[in-house]
C-alpha cells in the first residue's frame, strides 16, 4: 500500500473509532492527546491497528509512537 | 473442542481467586501465549441460573473468570500463585441466547491488544458448534 493511501486509511479507521475529525490528525499531533486516549483506551489503538493493518506494536515500540507522523512511519515500514 | 482437559472442576482454584457459589469456569483445556479455551457445565444449583438458563450476569462472569484462569495459568506453570486480576472494561458484549441447564458452554479468549499494562481480550462462547455470546473485555493484572 502506498504511503499516502495508508495514512488515509490509518486516520480514516482511528477517526471512526474515537470519534475524532481527520483534520485534527497531523503527523506532529499527539496521539493521545488527540484521540483522548486514557491507560484504558490506548491498548484499543493497539488492537485497532493489528487487526485493520496486522501490525503488532509492543509495550516497549508504544513509546516511540507518540504522534501520528512517528505511528504512519512505524504501520509502513512493517507491511 | 475435543481434546482433553488440562484441569478441572476445583484444580481450577490453582488458576483463579473465586470459590463456590461464584466459580463460574469448571474447565481449562488449554493456553499459549495469545490464546485460551475453557468451559462451564451449567447446572441448576448454579446461583446465575434462572428458569432453566445461565442469565447475562453469568454469561459475562464465566468470561471474566476465564479470562482470570488464562492470566493466572502461565504463574501457575512456573509454580507461582496467581496475581490479582481487575476488569478495566466490558465491550462488544453480544449475547445471542443463554446456555440452558445441561449445556456446556465452550470458550475461546484471545489476547488482541496489550499496552500500558492493560490486556484486552476477545471471548467466543459456544454451546456446541453454536456461538451464544462475544465480547471484549480488558485486564489488568497486578505486578
Redesign the interface.
Known sequence: MEKEALIEKINTVLSEEFEVEVSEMTPEADIKETLQLD??S???????I??EFGVK???TE?VQVKTFGALYDFVHERM | MTTQPLLTGSELFKLIPQRAPIVMVDTFFRADDECADTGLHVESSNIFCRDGELCEPGVIEHIAQSAAAFAGYKPYTLGEEPKLGFIGEVKKCKIVRLPRVGEFMHTQLKIVGEAAGITLIAAEVYVDEETIATCQMKIFIQA
Do not use: N, P, T, Y
Open positions: 491507560s484504558l490506548l491498548v484499543d489503538m493497539v488492537a485497532l493489528d487487526s506494536i509492543k509495550g508504544l
